[in-house]
């Protein structure tokens, strides 16, 4: 008996000094490891997705409208004129940086935008579980994003700092016009490399940048910074490419304006297209669009 209770005795010592509080620390559930979780084609795609949700944020959208048609001849503020003070700045080009909304919400919002990008971008390479033709599509809609939030911050700002990385400091030197233009038209350009046409996307996906669009965008790009040559390009490459891209569409002999004016009339913009004459074609019969019947 005496030497059961010794083996016991033993047995009890052994357990307590192999014992750790392992056991004690539980991963919480619900809650992702941030360390973890960008290194997942899942994680990733959130962070696509949160840089998608910036376009329809209320402060976004507002903005875009006192930013855009109110400062124009295209609308008032209404209401007034002590209701909502900073909207009237705007509306009387007196808005200065302590405007809620110049200052803050249409700043803050479209670099937030660029930093879920941003982190995206930076983690897309170290997929495991993700193939080299996801990983190009998710880098092309991440790229296509930020350029497009950069386009609005230097058309309201000029030159602002650039953020390519998702841990650069608070701090920053403001970068000149031309710097964040360059990094625009790299960025839709390779989109518009690697962007599918929007054929090719499921119907789940509708909505998704295409290849299209991000033509579009850098030729506006183009357009504000008044480099001819470079829409003269693009307007070309639009008009002899514009049957291929919309498999859909055909041109037929009904009332309407001629399609390869109307791509040059939307490049060039109406008085810029008659200022290029020599590389637009002037309507000379009464085209538009019809829907091309399947092929049999």
Same mark, same amino acid.
């Given at each position: 008996m005496k030497t059961?209770? +010794? @083996? +016991?005795?033993?047995?009890?010592?052994?357990?307590? @000094?192999?014992? =750790?509080?392992? @056991?004690?620390?539980? $991963?919480?559930?619900? &809650? !992702?490891? =941030?360390? !973890?979780? *960008?290194? $997942?084609?899942?994680? &990733? !795609?959130a962070q696509i997705i949160a840089a998608y949700s910036e376009l329809k944020n209320y402060r976004y959208v507002s903005n875009r409208f006192f930013l855009g048609d109110v400062v124009s001849d295209d609308a008032t503020k209404g209401s007034e004129p002590g209701d909502f003070v900073s909207a009237k700045e705007i509306e009387e080009f007196r808005a200065t940086a302590s405007n809620m909304q110049f200052g803050s919400w249409w700043w803050t919002g479209l670099y937030r935008g660029i930093f879920y990008a941003n982190v995206a971008i930076a983690n897309i390479d170290q997929l495991t579980d993700a193939t080299e033709e996801e990983k190009t599509q998710m880098l092309s809609e991440a790229r296509f994003l930020r350029a497009y939030y950069y386009f609005e911050l230097v058309r309201s700002y000029g030159g602002v700092p650039l953020r390519t990385e998702p841990d650069q400091e608070k701090e920053q030197a403001r970068s000149s016009a031309e710097e964040v233009y360059a990094l625009i038209e790299e960025d839709y350009s390779f989109a518009a490399e690697h962007l599918p046409e929007k054929s090719a996307y499921p119907e789940e996906? /509708?909505?998704?940048? $295409?290849?299209?669009?991000?033509?579009?965008?850098? #030729?506006?790009? *183009?357009?504000?910074? +008044?480099?001819?040559?470079?829409? /003269? !390009?693009?307007?070309?490459?639009?008009? *002899?490419? @514009?049957?291929k891209v919309n498999q859909k569409l055909t041109l037929g002999k009904m009332e309407g304006i001629s399609v390869p004016y109307l791509l040059c009339q939307e490049i060039f913009?109406?008085? #810029?297209?008659? =200022?290029?004459l020599k590389n637009c074609t002037m309507p000379t019969k009464r085209e538009t669009l019809v829907e091309k019947r399947p092929l049999s």
């Open positions: 059961y209770r +010794i @083996f +016991i005795l033993i047995g009890l010592l052994l357990v307590g @000094f192999s014992c =750790s509080d392992d @056991f004690l620390e539980k $991963t919480p559930k619900g &809650v !992702e490891n =941030s360390e !973890e979780f *960008y290194k $997942t084609k899942r994680g &990733v !795609e996906d /509708m909505g998704r940048p $295409t290849k299209g669009a991000a033509l579009s965008l850098l #030729g506006k790009a *183009y357009l504000y910074q +008044i480099h001819w040559q470079e829409k /003269m !390009e693009l307007s070309l490459f639009l008009k *002899y490419s @514009f049957l913009g109406a008085g #810029g297209c008659y =200022s290029q």
